[in-house]
């Protein structure tokens, strides 16, 4: 199983960064604004479980049952939340009920109503459509259901997840930097900036792939809209795979490809097709997720990925499902760190894979001042009215 270890996870801590109130106290380990994600202690989950059940009775009079509704159980960044939400549970001495939202809102909507007919006591939601958050919500709201809802935010619900703006413009700048360093600062003004989005999980995501395009163009200024493609990628390989074989038919032959998109699988439907068209020879990709470690380690052109480290989600989803249960007080929301990862430091973040021994050919500084002036800009978007306290402050 691909691990941190702690001493770099001390790194990684989360960051609390909208207005809101923190936790008032430390709850047994768990603070959202200095916690660094390595998985609390089973004594310290189960005291967490004790303290709540003195404010919330489990339901059934014995023990909290929770339920997961995850994105897609069968994809890699889905299965490792699972897992790391399971472990969580069962270290608290948690029934943990999942259920698979299959990337869809009427299933999610389904699910949603089948947990509240099964009384759980929290649920932890993962779905991808925007358009049934409010209806979801109204089923758990007349349940009496708190609700933590991952990277995609919903009415009343606690948000947990990226930290969109900021790993959108990390994998953006990346990007841009790494085509210089392979095509040369002339031709990449030549080329084409690819982006893979997600229209239908709305404005929170729209963030990141804003963010990409926002931080390519720091790095890269000038570059004409129309060699900017974006393509919605339903979050799916398959999609971004047929997607970008469509897209190809556009773009001169010889010129340099620069993609990206919303997750680690639109990256890789678009080599897939990019290879199949045999033109890999122009594309350079950058993953968002890096769940999708392997390909990372050994394809080529997929140069980094910007980390999101599915696999302690769970880490915090547990606590922040029982520090509510508790009474706790908690910021709007929760965001997890981000660092890129490339074929020479993936090793310092997951054991199970070598570090090139090639001598790093990207140069690579955060342009934070850029990165400011974009967030500055997200106040007066108007897709983001409403969600003013889930705009992150840095």
Do not use: W
Request: hydrophobic share 45%.
């Amino acid at each position: 199983m691909k691990k941190l270890t702690r001493a770099l996870a001390l790194g990684l801590a989360s960051s609390v960064l909208f207005a809101g109130a923190a936790i008032a106290e430390d709850f047994h380990g768990f603070d959202p604004a200095t916690y660094d994600g390595a998985m609390l202690s089973g004594d310290q989950l189960k005291a967490m479980v004790a303290d709540a059940m003195k404010v919330s009775p489990p339901k059934n009079g014995k023990n909290y049952v929770v339920g997961f509704a995850n994105l897609q159980r069968d994809i890699p960044f889905g299965i490792i939340v699972e897992k790391g939400i399971q472990a969580n549970a069962d270290a608290a001495g948690l029934k943990l009920e999942i259920a698979d939202n299959r990337l869809d809102g009427p299933t999610a909507l389904a699910n949603a109503q089948s947990f509240a007919q099964r009384n759980v006591d929290f649920v932890i939601e993962f779905q991808t459509d925007s358009n049934f958050g409010p209806q979801v919500m109204k089923v758990f709201n007349d349940a009496k259901v708190k609700v933590v809802a991952i990277d995609i935010p919903m009415p009343g619900a606690t948000f947990f997840g990226a930290n969109n703006p900021k790993s959108g413009f990390m994998g953006g700048s990346y990007l841009a930097t790494a085509a210089i360093a392979k095509f040369g600062a002339d031709k990449v003004k030549t080329g084409y900036f690819v982006d893979g989005e997600l229209p239908q999980s709305g404005a929170i995501p729209a963030m990141r792939t804003n963010g990409q395009i926002a931080g390519f163009k720091s790095v890269i200024p000038g570059l004409p809209d129309a060699q900017i493609i974006k393509f919605d990628s339903k979050n799916t390989m398959q999609e971004s795979f047929t997607q970008m074989g469509n897209v190809l038919g556009r773009i001169p032959a010889g010129v340099p490809i620069m993609a990206t998109g919303i997750n680690d699988q639109v990256a890789l439907g678009i080599l897939r097709a990019v290879k199949q068209a045999g033109r890999e020879a122009d594309l350079i990709d950058v993953g968002n997720g890096a769940d999708e470690t392997k390909a990372l380690s050994e394809e080529p052109n997929l140069v980094a990925a910007t980390g999101y480290f599915p696999e302690r989600y769970g880490n915090f989803l547990i606590p922040v499902a029982l520090a509510t249960l508790a009474g706790k007080t908690l910021p709007p929301a929760v965001l997890m760190s981000h660092v890129m990862l490339t074929k020479s430091n993936v090793c310092k973040y997951y054991k199970d894979f070598k570090c090139s021994e090639e001598k790093p050919k990207v140069d690579y500084t955060f342009p934070q001042a850029a990165f400011e002036t974009f967030l500055g800009s997200l106040a007066s978007e108007p897709a983001l009215k409403g969600y003013e306290t889930l705009i992150p402050k840095n």
